[in-house]
């Protein structure tokens, strides 16, 4: 089972841009479907982002649409998201996450990160 690793959160001011990483070990990168989820305090986790196997299509929220863009590198096994015109409402802790079939719910997903903290103040 494909292990991931999530790093490049941070505190930043609205209007400034992040790219988090989802670094896969352990498993065939290119045999899973990576998404990006994120958990606000208080909320449940929603769904963010995700890219197929072949980085053919690409899915995003209507939140993050237009802002976000995620792409995945092949030779390093990581998939990136990254992150423009951040707002407030962009805090969260962000999870990547691998499936074998590829949907937009976390509960399709079997393997998670740990997660990396993302602050966007006003």
């Known amino acids: 089972q494909v292990q991931l690793a999530e790093s490049g959160g941070g505190r930043v001011q609205a209007g400034d841009s992040l790219r988090l990483s989802c670094a896969a070990s352990?498993?065939?990168?290119?045999?899973?479907?990576i998404g990006w989820f994120r958990q606000a305090p208080g909320k449940e986790r929603e769904f963010v982002a995700l890219i197929n196997r072949s980085s053919t299509i690409t899915t995003y929220a209507d939140s993050v649409k237009g802002r976000f863009t995620i792409s995945r590198d092949y030779a390093k096994n990581t998939v990136y998201l990254q992150m423009n015109s951040l707002k407030p409402e962009d805090t969260a802790v962000y999870y990547c996450a691998a499936s074998s079939i590829g949907s937009i719910r976390s509960m399709n997903y079997d393997s998670w990160g740990q997660g990396t903290q993302v602050t966007v103040s006003s």
């Open positions: 352990g498993g065939t990168f290119s045999s899973y479907v």
